[in-house]
């Protein structure tokens, strides 16, 4: 049994307000075209089919189109919901989608036990078992129970009063986070509802033969090789151009009690993601003997502020090469570097609201502040004087004060 694992397409998903759609439909074409090639026996999708409950025409539609294709093609697709997805929008007219080899997970509502699906091979069945996103109360309430103390004890619960046959062969599809040993392992800048929250011990676990996960777009196995994060298709982060190579998993399932075969089957992404970080002289040198085109790139200052200047060059250069400029930083500190070398005569001599405005700029990557800023700036200084603040504040002081701008800001 062949089968190709994926996850967390976040299909119409937005970046510093670029819209990955038509990535999201290249990336669709060339796995299709993967398809032809591998000819598997069944593609798996472990949840965050959309990247909200509510997802815009356009994303029901580049959905629609693969799912057709994969139909037309006569290779059963087993999806579940994710945490982003809604679970009875994306289960909508399910009966009549398992009559073209469609199948998905169900609202736990409805019934308890899981949606699940037996293909054949020469060993003999291989059943998947379609888990959607889950949390305790959840799974209490289907069970009939009055709760569960986290959600390892819910899911074990839940996964107890399956029919699940152990002789055979199992593969469960799932979107949680599971750990192994309370371990958490590589996570990216974009996954929600992460970081300690509904942990599952990869054990519970151990009657499937292979566990196909989503909901961490990092691709990495959990206590056990067969136990899976299939990773996100493309990088919805820069954080996450730091993680392993993206693409699905070809997984190869043989007799009952071997190891599967897993397989990285890279895609090449419309618009690459890259991160750059140096002096403003290094990124600008580097810039200008790159030939990469049609990127999303992220550029990190560590020399000085960001000025109208260096943006302008910066920006200019990449849109001539059809690359998208997303984030230009500075980790650019004075308040840590140069002017933590001032002297206490040099800082006494700016007032609070110099203090505050050059704080200001270089916290927003060197946009200076609007005259609406200067204003509230002001009435902040007031607010020291008033109380009588005698000497410089430090940054601790200045960032609470710029808290307190913000929250003016948004009463404004």
Known sequence: MRFLHL??????????????????????????????ALRPDAVVIAGD???????????VELLSRLLTALSARSIPVLLVAGNHDSVQRLAFARPLLEHEGVY?????????????????????PVTFWLMPYVYPALIAQALGEDSFRDSDAAVRALLARQPLDPAQRNVLVAHQNVTAGGVEGLRGGSETMVGGVGQIDCSAFD????????????????????????????CYHFDETH???????????????????????????????????????ALRDAALADPGRGEYLRLVLTDQRVTPEVAAFFRELFTGRDSVLMELESAYTPFRGEAAGLSTRAVKEKSVEELFSDFYTERSGGIPPTERDAQLLHFAGERLRAAEVHTAPDEREIAALLAFLTEQEGRA
């Not at 036990?113 to 020469?122: I, Y």
């Not at 190579?245 to 897993?262: A, D, N, R, S, Y």
Request: glycine share 8%; charged share 25%.
């Open 104 to 124: 998905i997970s169900r609202s736990l509502g409805d019934a308890p036990e899981l949606v699940h699906v037996t293909l054949h091979d020469a060993f003999g």
């Open 207 to 234: 009657s499937f033969d292979y566990v196909a996960l989503g909901h961490i777009h990092a691709a990495y196995p959990v206590g056990r090789e067969c136990v899976r994060y299939a990773g996100s298709p493309l």
């Open 49 to 59: 089919v959309y990247d909200r409950s509510a997802p815009s025409g356009d994303a």
């Open 243 to 281: 993680q392993p190579e993206k693409g699905p998993l070809l997984v190869t399932l043989e007799e009952k009690g071997t190891q599967p075969h897993i397989e990285r089957q890279h895609i090449e992404p419309l618009h690459p993601m890259r991160e750059l970080r140096g002096s403003y002289a």
């Open 7 to 36: 996850a967390d397409l976040h299909l119409g998903k937005s970046i510093h307000g670029v819209s990955l759609l038509e990535d999201q439909a290249c990336w669709a074409e060339r796995f299709l075209e993967r398809t032809d």
